[in-house]
């Protein structure tokens, strides 16, 4: 006898109510902006959490106070508020891509706090590289630094510009810009030079991004066994892994980790050709690291009942519906 008041998950007797529930899902995060999801949908289950929209302003701050640095000259409290405000969080793509990073980086402090000790590579890897001084070896390398930089800046609400990929930075760029030459004082001049320099000086091969996709090129991408293990990868590398199958940006797999049954991510990985005994385990520990109930996610059965065919069909519409995340305002 049930001795708590929460709803049972719903029975999936079939791979098409996984594929009908994953859709709908998905149709409802794409088409509202995630940062009024909650002010629009206040009774929906995909309510945003406090501490990642706390950190993605922190992140929207701190993206502010390197373009006002960079763009401006100067970067006082008061520009970089205001700058934080009509700029970064007006910008969709951008601030999408930041509370992407939030839940990210949520998950990866929660790693310890669930028991799972995330070594720094994979162990088939570390065994592959050992002391090699090869091109695989030196992208692990750069990894590790990549992603420790990243989550020990995420503790103080701090996030790099090379976290954004070059299309979404162009864009910020031009909209700072053109909010700049609003304000009074303003040399519209100097203003184009300092917006080309900073583009001219970005290399995305420096950012983390990259070199999680590069180690995947380089390291082979498992499709079944233990390679999959959360406990082995850690979550970022598997949804880079994911992203780099899938071909759905980061941000949208993320954002599936919101989702209280994980339906969209079990669809993804079906498609992606994981056994659905494995699939299972990692949707648990996925659910496990992102505060959500284990025992509501899709079981091996559910699984089973997609075919890989039907889930690869579902995912090319959602890579044809993608594109339209990176346009239209966060508001």
Not at 132 to 146: C, F, H, K, N, R
Not at 254 to 272: E, G, I, N, S, Y
Not at 289 to 311: G, I, M, N, Y
């Amino acid at each position: 006898m049930k001795t708590d008041m929460a709803p049972a998950r719903p029975a999936l007797r079939d791979g098409g109510a996984l594929l009908r529930q994953a859709e709908v899902q998905a149709r409802q995060a794409m088409a509202v902006p995630a940062l009024v999801r909650q002010h629009l949908l206040p009774e929906s289950a995909q309510a945003l959490r406090e501490d990642d929209l706390s950190l993605t302003g922190g992140f929207a701050e701190s993206i502010a106070a390197r373009l006002a640095e960079a763009l401006a000259g100067r970067d006082d409290a008061g520009r970089t508020g205001e700058m934080a405000r009509h700029v970064v969080i007006s910008h969709g793509p951008t601030i999408r891509l930041l509370h992407a990073r939030a839940i990210e980086a949520r998950l990866c402090r929660h790693t310890g706090l669930v028991g799972l000790n995330i070594p720094e590579l994979p162990p088939r890897v570390e065994t592959q590289i050992a002391d090699a001084q090869d091109e695989l070896s030196e992208a692990a390398m750069a990894l590790i630094i990549a992603q420790s930089r990243f989550l020990s800046r995420a503790q103080a609400f701090v996030i790099d510009l090379d976290e954004l990929p070059p299309e979404i930075l162009h864009g910020l760029v031009r909209l700072a810009l053109a909010w700049l030459q609003d304000q009074p004082g303003t040399d519209p001049v100097a203003l184009g030079q300092a917006g080309n320099a900073l583009l001219q000086g970005f290399d995305e091969r420096r950012g983390r991004p990259h070199r999680l996709m590069r180690f995947c090129h380089l390291f082979t991408l498992p499709r079944a066994g233990d390679d999959w293990a959360l406990a082995d990868n850690g979550p970022s590398l598997v949804m880079a892994m994911l992203e780099r199958v899938s071909g759905l940006p980061s941000d949208l797999l993320f954002d599936m980790l919101r989702d209280a049954d994980l339906a969209r991510l079990a669809v993804v990985l079906r498609a992606c050709g994981v056994d659905a005994d494995i699939a299972t385990r990692l949707l648990q520990g996925m659910a496990t690291l992102a505060s959500l109930r284990p025992e509501d996610v899709p079981t091996s059965a559910d699984l089973r009942a997609l075919t890989t065919e039907d889930a690869t069909r579902l995912l090319a519409q959602w890579r044809n519906l993608a594109p339209d995340l990176l346009h239209g305002s966060g508001w």
